[in-house]
């Protein structure tokens, strides 16, 4: 089983800015990667879809991409 | 216990992340920076933690901002943020005042922690250089069975 970025890397909030982090869990039409894809906990993807939210709120992140 | 998490926690940590319209020019920006910092800092009594002043990013998509009868469309914006702490008595005040502000195309008002949250850079970084040292070791074994098979040709040749 891979472990989940986040606890790998002691990530405990997940920042909407951290735009190159949020760039690894889309796929090329900017949605959002499966957990089962990436090994992300429960946890850390319930915050992930939130930062991925919020970045695509603010221009930060394409809400879709060809 | 209610009571008691409520007298510790009079006040959030809160941050606010703000386009300002790309109309404005640069040497005004100060003055849109500065007009945000006064409405939380000495209008709202919230105390400043970190802050990242505002520069001129492309925008993934094209926003538009109604402002009168014009919808003004915009593909690129200054963006930056403020974090703070603040009572949340207050912090509805904070929002009608952004609201109300022609040259904020657009804000994100969030509740976080008083941590810096921001790790992308430095890990990427991290990330970089772990797989850097691999390549480089990689050449030196290639280095070395070259010139072990230089040797062996010599010898072959000899005999």
Known sequence: ?66 | MQNKENTVNETEIYEVGYHIMPSVPEEKLPLEVSAIESAIVSKNGGVMIASEAPSKIELAYTMAKKVGATRHKCDEAYFGWFKFEMSPANINALKAFLDAQDNVLRFLLIKTVRENTIVGDKLLAAEKEALAPKEEAKVEKAVVTEAELDKTIDELVKA
């Open chain 1, 1 to 66: 089983m891979k472990q989940c970025y986040f606890s790998k890397n002691n990530i405990k909030h997940i920042d909407y800015k951290d735009t190159d982090i949020l760039k690894k869990f889309l796929n090329p039409h900017a949605r959002m990667l499966a957990r089962k894809k990436t090994g992300v906990s429960a946890k850390s993807q319930r915050q992930l879809s939130e930062a991925i939210k919020r970045a695509r709120f603010m221009g930060l992140i394409p809400f879709i991409a060809r």
